[in-house]
T-cell receptor
Framework: EDKVVQSPLSLVVHEGDTVTLNCSYE??????LLWYKQEKKAPTFLFML????IEKKSGRLSSILDKKELFSILNITATQTGDSAIYLC??????????FGTGTSLTVIP | NAGVTQTPKFRVLKTGQSMTLLCAQD?????MYWYRQDPGMGLRLIHY???????AKGEVPDGYNVSRLKKQNFLLGLESAAPSQTSVYFC????????????FGPGTRLTVL
């Protein structure tokens, strides 16, 4: 069974802290791994990773994919209150199938 | 551009009733998707479409039907609603060359009593 598991489920940090969000997966016919940010309603796209390595979105967000160990991490440095959201990890497999994790809820306290 | 819009925003149904959720996008995207999001389950793909007149099943298609008569619209139908279909439904769209960069609508919260 294809699955994507995220940890931790929730996280509370203070502004300026650095956080690491984890995503592991077991998906057949892997094509890409995606990170989305979900604030109040619609998820918005952050990253796509297809090969092992580092992809940066902005100066404070970065993500690593390890296709051998089947995991990805999302790092956020110097967190701000605007980073408070649910972060979703998803894996695309062949045939336009997408499998999402349950998300990590991040709260950044001023 | 409005992006991806969904109607209605909220709906309450009784068991056995039918309804249609409408998704519209003005970005000329070829691909469209319907997901449901439940607590502790994450987003799950119901059906998707790679172009006008085509649809395909996702991970959880049972109890739903879809139609893509026009490129900009993707309809999700529930013929006989069940309490297990209580959820938040999201529509998304993308281009064929960036299928993983999906643009999501604001969601429809459906409650089936």
């Amino acid at each position: 069974e294809d699955k994507v598991v995220q940890s931790p489920l929730s996280l509370v940090v203070h502004e300026g802290d650095t956080v690491t969000l984890n995503c592991s997966y077991e998906v057949t016919n892997f094509r890409s791994l995606l990170w989305y940010k979900q604030e109040k309603k619609a998820p918005t796209f952050l990253f796509m990773l297809t090969s092992s390595g580092i992809e940066k979105k902005s100066g404070r967000l970065s993500s690593i994919l390890d296709k051998k160990e089947l995991f990805s991490i999302l790092n956020i440095t110097a967190t701000q209150t605007g980073d408070s959201a649910i972060y979703l990890c998803a894996v695309e497999s062949s045939g336009n199938q997408f499998y999402f994790g349950t998300g990590t809820s991040l709260t950044v306290i001023p | 551009n409005a992006g991806v819009t969904q109607t209605p925003k909220f709906r309450v149904l009784k068991t056995g009733q039918s309804m249609t959720l409408l998704c519209a996008q003005d970005m000329n995207h070829e691909y469209m998707y319907w997901y449901r999001q439940d607590p502790g389950m994450g987003l799950r793909l119901i059906h998707y479409s790679v172009g006008e007149g085509t649809t395909a099943k996702g991970e959880v298609p049972d109890g739903y039907n879809v139609s893509r008569l026009k490129k900009q619209n993707f309809l999700l139908g529930l013929e006989s609603a069940a309490p297990s279909q209580t959820s938040v439904y999201f529509c998304a769209s993308s281009t064929p060359d960036r299928v993983n960069e999906q643009f999501f609508g604001p969601g429809t919260r459906l409650t089936v009593l």
